[in-house]
């Protein structure tokens, strides 16, 4: 397709405006016709697809079911001989190309004239497929077949023919039928006012032109990737992140998901081999999942500058054995799958892009640590004060503080990558529809992870029964144990994830006399933290539960942020005065900084860096100790400055500019490093055993470098490894 | 005697008068907008005005018997961060509303700036937090009190929020449209602390279900209160001062009138005073002429209006975007996109795009002279042959055609390699096609088909450009108001007195029953309209009007269970019966699949009605417009004929003056009539036809 004919500069741009039109009409369709609150609160998206199954069009709704949908079109298009007008085809199968089966997709051809043009897309969480919790997500599963309704690719409408039986098939098998139904309207609605508009769109330029247009959009923005890969330095790159599990005996089982980045010209491929096998339980992902989740990262870190489409995906391939946690097969459960073993997936290969994107001046500003840790299920149901049945998944999990960058702070309250153009709804909205009473909603102090650009914080939600005998509630989520949210470039990491309860007897009495609740915690005899995955909890009058979110992490030595920007944040209560102290080595009294106890403070926090760290594993010999870097050298990130070498890397620190010694392996060798738990970077940071924190210091001026999790299987591979050539050419 | 309607309208560059005499004839005033003192600018056009008259001033203001105003005065306060300083009081709990924001960091930003994940953030909250204070008290959704107000807290509260400054306050709880009691307590307790300074309730200003709006809007309107009452103030004293008797009558966005000293109180509701203008003219217009579905476009400098009149009706909508903020008060829904007769035309990655950058006034089109050497629409116009260098604004402006090929010539010919021409055709092109989409975007978003719309088309350069995006929408006909060009204070003399009151009481019907009305009680509904509509009463007797001489518009909010967007049904008949309940229902879905298609409603879920809302409206003026008493007899020959550059090659197009139109003149296309403040363009295999008010209608043959 490379040389097809070019289209004039006009036309292009007036058939692309409209295109753009229709896909947002297609998306507004959905929206308004379905009766679900988790639409609403917009965990969906549409698209427009090419003939061949590549993604032309991308809404900016939920973003990993993009990269799905372009998998079921083709996956429709490989099973099925016949394809024609008025066909629509259904899938949700998560080992074929969907994240969870919740995720039920619409995919439609698009003919003109008798000739396939293109596809549209569509996907929505269905509040209900079945299986052994209400919601159908089902963490405590241990194989699929305990979970919701899987729906092979099949056709739900045939050459305009609804296949009612299908239909019929899969409404009984939820628990909210009518939702599911009028769902599924809704995917039709919008298909067909998509592909009108398409048709009109083809009646006034020919189907010609507008398949041109999409697929000369598509090899821009290939090109212009391809030329921004050039750019940067050819290597591997390795990031690491966990997932924690409950075991069997209560204690926490961590998956380890390994991701080795190799960039060479203009190709990027991630290779999650290595990374834990698949389990019988929460936390697995599909192959189509953790893909999807890829090409999210791709969307949001190259998105900014490169039109969105799959030309974004065409130089990037991703490489994985089956039946590891990031490939989950049969029979394993996969219900998380939306937001397991995926995300973390996509936090490590974004761990890796920063490591890569942190050599070059200018795209170092696109380097961004993990963007989201976990989903924190909320998920209630039973009958609400209206004496119906419900199921409500709690979108306001989705408000989580975003990642910090090296020009910005991440965003508080609403910072999700996976969900850019959405959000959740106002409490009244929630409570005139669930029987639950919200007694806060707020954000939580020291919640973002510190640094010179600090995480963003995120918000807590506790809900209590009202007008209703029970509520059960499904609560699962991981980052309980660990932070998925570390920082980067010494930055620290976001807060961890938690649900926690209490037992307020009489509670509506005690309010109607003022005595109102401040924290859970302070209703010690009943308060308790739950484990990260609880299936089937009853509450009853008077339970409390609050689910705090896990945060973004910061960006560089928390040290380096400017004093009055600590002192912004202790006045909007960002950040503690207590934290502000601790972790920034700020002294604020009195509405402002004490500049002469900052200054001994931060000295004082450097000082204790430099007691509790074990010395680098190497050492420069003592004669080097004045070499400076010479004109080829390069920054990395807030951390270092680096100059390869015949016999091997010349390290710097980039704070105090010292040598640090010369590794032909891992540049954490010639820096220290401290060994802590997690409460030691902010008061809600848990790294409980089998994981501890590590932060690597520069041993002269003791600047954090890194702050990572770590694991006794650590695989212990070099943050980056540079091919020497590649770097004087890019230099050069 | 002599008795005028007269009506202002300040606008960005210009401000406009629209003087109307006891013979209807309608004359038009502009004079350079006085940003550091807008009622100058207003009363330097009615200095104008007075003259044309051959009066003074005084005996000019003597002589009007109605005067009405439209000003931006409160999204300008908005936009450069004038406001009074809010101090915020919220539920205990729920103090980070506001910058929570529902978790939307993309809240008023466009697909473009919300695909860019690296820039995304949030803006900066309406209140900071500093100036924010929660107070401990709760009211559950059916407006049970569940803790109740600590009154000590509050007074503290209070006494901190104006020591960290506040000047005014706004309050807003939870629920407090089920039951005002705690927000109204608190000010008493604020006016017991500190008598003189302004308390805005959510139950009063906006007593719908969303607190994340409502906090919003309500803080919006507290702080514009105090800067939106001294310019009302000021300009009503200058009017009087100047000798002018009947009291200043303010536009809304909401597209009604309301006395000026009411306006303070409810300062957010004023946000679209302007914009909302053109479509109440064309409103009013359309009914003179038997025009009821209008889609009205207003073609200006920098952007693009649109609004859309159904069955003579104006369309509303809930919310307003000012900046990134929304203010929740109901405006006649008026979308916007950044294409103008300033849009500047680019090359990216070997793209041509139009837009939203714009040159504004200053310095212009690079064929003003002044400076601008960047190409816009305007240079493409003037290259193409729409516009007559010689002729612009009647020949006050001279063009410049070889600054407009320069500047095409270089960022956009040369770079794409095509010839000046095409380029400029090009832009052309896309602009229209920008306006087309939009067009399409509204009214298909309402269920409507554009073809089956008339288009009304004003502004300085809609004129010139409503011919070819009218075609692209396949519409038939394109009305340009004989007041094309000050439509928007034309609307402004028009309007109706209007005062409206709505309220959230949410009432359900059960899934799976049809027998809406057995949940939805016919009496509670009647009493909800009932209180809203002794509210609306009160405020438009108290402009003069009476009740009987008013009409009543009655509206609910309507969607089906689970769902989050809502839509307006009109009540036809009061007081409602059991059976008229079940009907408003049946409309609700009739409504509901005409905008979503057959078979998308969601009836076995049951329906939820929201908000109700009254409407009411009467007139506290009246004119006629003049009409021409039958057709002329000849318009004469064109002036001239100029080439024009269509479809790639030059086509002669006759070319007529504004002033020899008159009533029956009819001009086949290709045309161009120069008006003295703009240019109609008639297409090709299209015509135009005067009618007896003056205004120019194009047929298009589609």
């Known amino acids: ?732 | 005697m002599n008795s005028f309607v007269v009506s202002s309208d300040i606008g960005g560059t210009f401000t406009d008068s629209v003087v109307i005499d006891q013979n209807g004839v309608v004359y038009r005033f502009k004079a350079p907008t006085v940003p550091d003192n807008p009622a100058d600018g207003v009363i330097e056009t009615l200095r104008l005005a007075a003259q044309q008259m051959q009066m003074g001033l005084r005996e000019f203001l003597e002589h009007v018997k109605f005067f009405s105003h439209g000003t931006t005065i409160a999204t300008n306060a908005m936009i450069e961060k004038r406001q009074a300083r809010v101090g915020l009081i919220q539920t205990r709990g729920f103090g980070d509303t506001i910058s929570i924001m529902r978790g939307f960091k993309s809240l008023g930003l466009d697909e473009e700036e919300i695909k860019n994940f690296r820039l995304l953030v949030k803006q900066s909250p309406v209140v900071p937090k500093n100036l924010i204070a929660e107070v401990t008290e709760r009211v559950d959704y059916k407006g049970r009190v569940v803790v109740p107000l600590d009154e000590d807290e509050v007074r503290l509260e209070i006494r901190r929020l104006v020591e960290a400054g506040a000047e005014v306050f706004a309050v807003s709880l939870l629920w407090s449209f089920k039951n005002s009691v705690h927000e109204r307590r608190i000010r008493e307790i604020i006016q017991e602390e500190y008598p003189s300074v302004d308390v805005t309730l959510s139950s009063e200003v906006l007593p719908r279900l969303g607190e994340f709006s409502r906090s919003v809007t309500v803080s919006i309107n507290a702080g514009l209160g105090p800067r939106v009452r001294q310019a009302m103030e000021n300009l009503s004293h200058k009017l009087k001062q100047e000798g002018l008797k009947p009291d200043l009558m303010i536009m809304q966005s909401n597209g009604g009138l309301e006395r000026a000293i009411e306006i303070p109180k409810r300062a957010a509701a004023i946000i679209m005073s302007g914009p909302v203008g053109g479509v109440v003219a064309s409103q009013y217009l359309g009914a003179k002429i038997g025009i009821q579905n209008i889609v009205t476009t207003d073609m200006g400098g920098t952007s693009f209006d649109v609004g859309i009149i159904m069955n003579g009706q104006a369309m509303m909508r809930n919310v307003t975007q000012v900046g990134r903020d929304e203010v929740a008060l109901p405006s006649i829904d008026v979308q916007t996109v950044g294409a103008g007769a300033g849009s500047i035309a680019a090359v990216r990655d070997g793209y041509l795009t139009v837009g939203p950058e714009s040159a504004g006034a200053d310095p212009g089109p690079a064929c003003y002279g002044r400076g601008g050497t960047r190409p816009t629409v305007a240079d493409a116009d003037l290259v193409l042959g729409y516009l007559n260098s010689d002729y612009f604004l009647g020949g006050r402006m001279r063009l410049n055609p070889e600054l407009a090929r320069k500047a095409i010539a270089t960022y956009v010919a040369e770079p794409l390699g095509m010839t000046v021409e095409d380029a400029a055709e090009g832009i052309k092109k896309i602009v229209d096609s920008l306006m087309a989409d939009l067009i399409r975007e509204v009214t298909i978003k309402r269920g409507v088909d554009p073809s089956d719309f008339t288009i009304f088309s004003f502004g300085g350069a809609g004129p010139s450009h409503a011919f070819s995006y009218a075609a692209e929408l396949g519409i038939s006909q394109v009305v340009v108001p004989l007041t094309a060009s000050v439509h928007s204070a034309f609307g402004i003399a028009s309007a109706d007195m209007m005062a409206v009151e709505e309220i959230s009481h949410p009432m359900q019907s059960p899934p799976g029953s049809t027998r809406y009305s057995e949940a939805l009680s016919c009496e509670l509904i009647n009493r909800i309209f009932s209180d809203l509509e002794k509210k609306t009463t009160e405020r438009l007797q108290a402009t003069g009007l009476r009740a009987e001489d008013c009409a009543v518009e009655r509206f609910i909010e309507m969607r089906f269970r689970f769902q989050i967007h809502e839509l307006t049904v009109q009540v036809s008949e009061f007081p409602l019966t059991p059976q008229l309940v079940d009907e408003i229902v049946e409309q609700f879905i009739e409504v509901y699949e005409i905008r979503f298609g057959k078979g998308s409603a969601f009836k076995a879920a049951g329906v939820e009605m929201v908000t109700f809302r009254v409407v009411m409206h009467g007139g506290l003026h009246e004119f006629r417009l003049k009409e021409e008493a039958s057709d002329a007899q000849e318009m004469g020959s064109p002036v001239a004929t100029r080439p024009v550059y269509h479809n790639g090659s030059w086509h002669e197009a006759s070319v007529y003056r504004g002033e020899q139109l008159h009533r029956g003149s009819h001009i086949e296309g290709l045309a161009i009539i120069e008006m003295p403040d703009t240019t109609i363009v008639v297409g090709e295999n299209q015509s135009a036809d005067v009618d007896r008010l003056g205004n120019v209608i194009l047929k298009l043959d589609v």
């Not at chain 1, 961590?254 to 019988?280: E, H, W, Y």
């Not at chain 1, 999807?292 to 490169?306: H, N, P, Q, R």
């Not at chain 1, 390069?634 to 680096?642: E, P, Y």
């Open chain 1, 1 to 732: 397709m490379a040389n097809a004919r070019k289209i004039d500069p006009i036309t292009f741009e007036v058939v692309r405006h409209r295109l753009w039109s229709i896909n947002q009409e297609g998306s507004q369709t959905v929206i308004h016709v379905s009766g679900s609150p988790v639409v609403h609160a917009t965990d969906y998206n549409f698209g427009i697809y090419t003939r061949e199954g590549e993604m032309a069009v991308i809404g900016i709704y939920l973003l990993v079911p993009i990269y799905t949908g372009a998998m079921a079109i083709r996956e429709s298009i490989s099973r099925w001989s016949v394809i024609e007008p008025g066909d629509v085809f259904i899938i949700n199968d998560p080992y074929l190309a969907a994240e969870h089966q919740n995720d039920v997709q619409f995919c439609a051809p698009f003919f003109y004239k008798g000739e396939l043009v293109a596809w549209t897309g569509c996907m929505a969480h269905q509040v209900d497929l079945g299986g052994s919790d209400p919601g159908s997500w089902c963490p405590t599963a241990t194989d699929v077949y305990q979970e919701g309704l899987r729906i092979p690719p099949g056709k739900i409408v045939s050459a305009g023919k609804v296949n009612q039986e299908l239909w019929d098939i899969i409404i009984a098998n939820s628990r909210m039928p009518f939702t599911v139904s009028n769902d599924f309207t809704a995917f039709l609605a919008a298909h067909r006012v998509a592909q009108e508009r398409l048709t009109e769109l083809c009646d006034k330029y020919g189907a010609d032109t507008v398949t041109q247009v999409m697929q000369q959009s598509i090899e821009d923005s290939e090109r212009k990737f391809r030329s921004l890969l050039m750019e940067l330095p050819d290597g591997e790159f390795y990031h690491e992140s966990y997932l924690d599990r409950p075991a069997a005996d209560n204690s926490t089982e961590v998956l380890a998901i390994r991701c080795k980045m190799t960039k060479s010209q203009d190709r990027l491929v991630f290779d999650f081999n290595g990374s834990s096998p698949q389990v019988t339980g929460y936390g697995n992902a599909t192959r189509a999942g953790t893909v999807g989740a890829v090409a999210t990262l791709m969307l949001c870190v190259f998105g900014s500058s490169i039109s969105w489409n799959h030309g974004l995906m065409r130089p990037v391939e991703v490489i994985a054995d089956d039946r590891l946690c990031v490939t989950a097969t049969l029979p394993a459960p996969v219900s998380g799958g939306a937001a397991g073993a995926n995300w973390v997936a996509m936090n490590a290969a974004a761990g890796c892009l920063s490591k890569m994107l942190s050599f070059h001046e200018t795209y170092a500003q696109y380097a961004f640590g993990p963007g989201d840790g976990s989903w924190q299920l909320a998920q209630f149901g039973g009958l609400n004060q209206y004496g119906e049945p419900y199921a409500a998944m709690y979108l306001d999990s989705l408000l989580w503080g975003g990642p910090a960058f090296a020009f910005r702070d991440g965003v508080d309250s609403g910072g999700a990558m996976v969900i850019l153009g959405g959000g959740t709804q106002d409490v009244e909205q929630q409570e005139v529809m669930q029987p639950l009473m919200y007694l806060w909603r707020r954000e939580v102090p020291n919640s973002g992870g510190a640094g010179r650009h600090r995480g963003g914080n995120g918000i807590e939600f506790a809900l209590t029964p009202i007008d209703t005998d029970e509520v059960i509630g499904t609560l699962a989520t991981h980052g309980v144990a660990l932070p998925n949210r570390t920082g980067i470039f010494g930055g620290y990491p976001g807060s961890c994830a938690r649900y926690e309860v209490a037992r307020v007897p009489n509670l509506f009495e005690k309010l109607a006399q003022g005595k109102v609740i401040h924290r859970l915690a302070d209703l010690s005899e009943s308060y308790r933290v739950l484990p990260s995955v609880t299936s089937n909890y009853r509450f009853y009058p008077g339970d409390i539960v609050n689910t705090v979110l896990q945060n973004g992490g910061g960006y560089g030595d928390p040290l380096d942020r400017p004093v009055d920007r600590v002192v912004r944040d202790v006045l909007t209560g960002a950040v503690t005065s207590d934290w502000a102290a601790r972790v920034y080595g700020v002294i604020v009294a009195g509405g402002a900084a004490d500049a002469a106890a900052t200054e001994r403070q931060r000295q004082e926090i450097r000082r204790q860096r430099l007691a509790a760290m074990i010395p680098p594993k190497v050492r420069p010999n003592p004669g080097s100790v004045n070499i400076k870097p010479g004109p080829d050298a390069r920054s990395w990130g807030d951390s270092l400055i680096v100059e390869w070498k015949a016999n091997g890397i010349d390290l710097f620190c980039l704070h105090c500019k010292t040598f640090l010694g010369t590794t032909r392996a891992d540049w954490k060798d010639v820096v220290g490093i401290i060994r802590s738990a997690g409460n030691q970077f902010g008061p809600l940071v848990v790294a409980d055993n089998p994981v501890w924190m590590e932060q690597y210091i520069c041993p002269h001026c003791a600047a954090s470098l890194w702050v990572d999790v770590i694991t006794s299987d650590f695989a212990g591979l070099s943050d980056f490894s540079l091919q020497t050539s590649e770097v004087s050419q890019v230099l050069s």
